[in-house]
């Protein structure tokens, strides 16, 4: 959910609520004032590392007293984010009780836990192949994911699993297929009843399609944008309204800095960035100096690497805006399903009971 949107008050409230809460684990200090303070002006990506670090342990904490005992609280740490180990590590010693990882395939994440055995590991994927490679790596290891997330790329928001905008909405990530390629994995594998149970994520946005898809074999559902504007979100108000007004019309996709597709609102500072987005990238070159602070967040930049088929901006100034409800100069990831509650925002406790047993009654969009 990008920078800051799911941290302790969302993850807390869902688990409370006997659900998984996921806190987003990137750049947290922008909910802390005395961290943000000491790293306001700073160059020094060591000094963000480590206040990140000491966020990341604070929302924690606060998500696990939030949640009353109930429920369980994962974190979701980005593959394609430079410091993941460290932030996998934190996650652990902080006492999440899973860690959730995407944006890349998270082949070494068992080493990563490997001191804390109880801790459960769930991969992010978008197609049956991915599945396969994780599972054959990680059973080699002695390990298997407890669960895997299958998500969808021409629904989901933000980052999505696909290489090249145009195979967004291809027929292998349709989820009646990767369920039943899934299985048979499972199957050819051997593990009998310890199959992963397999989460759906992307364009699950009502009580019918919870319903539809736990009786076509999935374990369970995912949704993001839906929580994200409940009361809880941990977004500003204007962050929620901005995904709220949304419409089918101006949702864009196009490619991230990290390389990856993205979907998001297209807001004033995105139509700008669209408009010059070609000459940009013709003007891409690999300098260090480009990161404008100098955090080196992702693994590969297309700013800051001079790569010229993927985004030329800083992602993570771009999501604080949003996270801050600057409609002018923010980026808003949204999925591209309509909301549960149309532009209503509503507690967590009822978007969960809608999405379970189809009430209370929906607001009509």
């Known amino acids: ?145 407890d669960a895997i997330v299958i998500e969808h790329p021409g629904y989901a928001g933000g980052h999505l699993g696909a290489v090249k905008i145009e195979d967004i909405h291809a027929e292998r990530f349709d989820f009646e297929r990767v369920i039943a390629e899934c299985h048979a994995i499972f199957t050819e594998l051997g593990l009998g009843r310890d199959t992963p149970p397999l989460i759906l994520a992307g364009g699950i946005d009502s009580h019918e399609k919870v319903r539809h898809w736990l009786n076509a074999g999935a374990d369970a559902v995912q949704l993001g944008t839906a929580f994200a504007v409940s009361e809880e979100g941990d977004a500003h108000i204007e962050f929620k309204r901005v995904l709220l007004g949304a419409t089918p019309s101006n949702m864009v996709e196009l490619m991230s800095v990290a390389g990856l597709p993205m979907r998001a609102v297209s807001t004033h500072w995105l139509s700008q960035y669209r408009r010059h987005e070609t000459k940009m990238q013709a003007c891409a070159k690999a300098d260090p100096r480009r990161c404008s602070q100098r955090m080196d967040c992702l693994t590969q930049c297309g700013l800051r690497d001079g790569n010229t088929k993927a985004g030329q901006f800083c992602i993570d100034l771009k999501l604080a805006a949003a996270l801050k409800g600057d409609v002018q100069k923010g980026l808003f990831f949204r999925g591209a399903g309509r909301l549960p509650f149309g532009e209503a925002i509503r507690p967590v406790k009822e978007l969960i009971e809608y999405l379970l047993h189809g009430y209370p009654c929906q607001t009509p969009a």
């Open 1 to 145: 959910m990008g920078v800051g949107v799911s941290a302790h008050r969302l993850a807390g409230a869902v688990a409370r609520e006997n659900a998984i809460g996921t806190i987003a684990s990137i750049d947290l200090r922008h909910h802390h004032p005395d961290l943000l303070e000491q790293t306001q002006q700073s160059r020094d990506r060591d000094l963000i590392d480590r206040v990140n670090l000491i966020a990341l342990d604070r929302e924690i904490q606060a998500a696990l007293h939030h949640a009353q005992g109930k429920g369980l609280i994962a974190v979701n740490v980005m593959k394609a984010v430079r410091d993941h180990p460290a932030l996998v590590r934190q996650a652990c010693e902080s006492g999440a009780h899973a860690i959730v990882m995407g944006a890349g395939l998270p082949i070494d994440l068992p080493e990563m836990v490997a001191d804390y055995p109880k801790v459960g590991l769930i991969p992010i994927l978008s197609e049956s192949r991915g599945v396969a490679i994780v599972m054959k790596k990680w059973l080699k290891k002695g390990r298997r994911p």
